[in-house]
């Protein structure tokens, strides 16, 4: 999932048909539903719930872990994505982690903003008092 910025791109027919049909039915949607399976207070949990929600293509899933900035956030669809580690990059603090992530992706179609390759990034989660529950309020490349 990534920020839509100000760069252009072009899309394929295929790609646009895709966007406005999840668009249509997200509409409205600023962030998923919780998965109660998942223990929202475990940070060392969230991000990994998060991959499995990127990886089943579970958008609604995958925006509850995440902070309402990211609600225009556009997804990223992937054929497979495999998590090769999570480390915490810091002394933890109370309301506050930061996770250095290497995973792997292949992207699905030509992607939107990815490619498919290996990708060694940063997530900062803040515990968010109101849903009980670590989310990320910052990501991108370490």
Same mark, same amino acid.
């Given at each position: 999932?990534?920020?839509?910025?100000?760069?252009?791109?072009?899309?394929?027919?295929?790609?646009?048909?895709?966007?406005?049909?999840?668009?249509?039915?997200?509409?409205?949607?600023?962030?998923? #539903?919780?998965?109660?399976?998942?223990?929202?207070?475990?940070?060392?949990?969230?991000?990994?719930? &998060? !991959?499995?929600?990127?990886?089943?293509?579970?958008?609604?899933?995958?925006?509850?872990?995440?902070?309402?900035? &990211?609600?225009? #956030?556009?997804?990223?669809?992937?054929?497979?994505?495999?998590?090769?580690?999570?480390?915490?990059?810091?002394?933890?603090?109370?309301?506050?982690?930061? !996770?250095?992530?290497?995973?792997?992706?292949?992207?699905?179609?030509?992607?939107?903003?990815? $490619?498919?390759?290996?990708?060694?990034?940063? &997530?900062?989660?803040?515990?968010?008092?109101?849903?009980?529950?670590?989310?990320? $309020?910052?990501?991108?490349?370490?």
């Amino acid at each position: 999932m990534h920020k839509r910025g100000h760069g252009h791109r072009v899309l394929s027919g295929l790609a646009i048909a895709a966007a406005i049909a999840l668009t249509t039915v997200l509409v409205g949607c600023s962030v998923g #539903s919780p998965d109660a399976s998942v223990d929202r207070t475990d940070a060392e949990a969230v991000p990994r719930a &998060y !991959f499995d929600a990127w990886e089943r293509g579970d958008w609604e899933a995958q925006w509850s872990y995440m902070a309402p900035m &990211y609600a225009d #956030s556009v997804p990223e669809p992937v054929s497979s994505l495999e998590v090769l580690e999570i480390t915490l990059d810091e002394e933890p603090g109370a309301t506050r982690r930061a !996770f250095s992530v290497s995973f792997e992706i292949v992207v699905r179609g030509g992607g939107v903003t990815m $490619t498919t390759d290996r990708y060694d990034w940063m &997530y900062e989660f803040t515990w968010d008092e109101e849903r009980s529950s670590w989310i990320i $309020t910052n990501c991108g490349w370490g």
